[in-house]
Nanobody, 124 residues
Framework: QVQLVESGGGLAQAGGSLRLSCQFS????????MAWFRQAPGKEREFVAA????????AYADSVKGRFTISRDNAKNMVYLQMNSLKSEDAALYYC?????????????????WGQGTQVTVSS
């Protein structure tokens, strides 16, 4: 059974950085496209970034391009989201997601497995 556990959230100042991590529990990690989504209070969950199983391709939401970087380490069953130049609008609950057939899907329904989320707060 696949389990995803996010960590690394917290409080950062505007303009600062945070690095989120997601631990994938199953042995088949290298087969999965991994993604990050986020949900701010009162808003829908939205796509942030995705990376293919072999790290050859990535996708980003326009709002984070040039500031966020998604990466993965298949040897450690980990996926990361490096967030730089944080803005107040980046504050949200960040979710890790996985799917074996997603490609670089940007829709919630493209992903079968989800973590519980890690909170990111940005102070101005």
């Amino acid at each position: 059974q696949v389990q995803l556990v996010e960590s690394g959230g917290g409080l950062a100042q505007a303009g600062g950085s945070l690095r989120l991590s997601c631990q994938f529990s199953a042995r088949t990690f290298s087969r999965y496209t991994m993604a990050w989504f986020r949900q701010a209070p009162g808003k829908e969950r939205e796509f942030v970034a995705a990376v293919t199983w072999d790290s050859r391709a990535t996708a980003y939401a326009d709002s984070v391009k040039g500031r966020f970087t998604i990466s993965r380490d298949n040897a450690k069953n980990m996926v990361y989201l490096q967030m730089n130049s944080l803005k107040s609008e980046d504050a949200a609950l960040y979710y890790c997601a996985a799917d074996v057939n997603s490609g670089l899907g940007k829709k919630l329904e493209s992903y079968e497995y989800w973590g519980q989320g890690t909170q990111v707060t940005v102070s101005s």
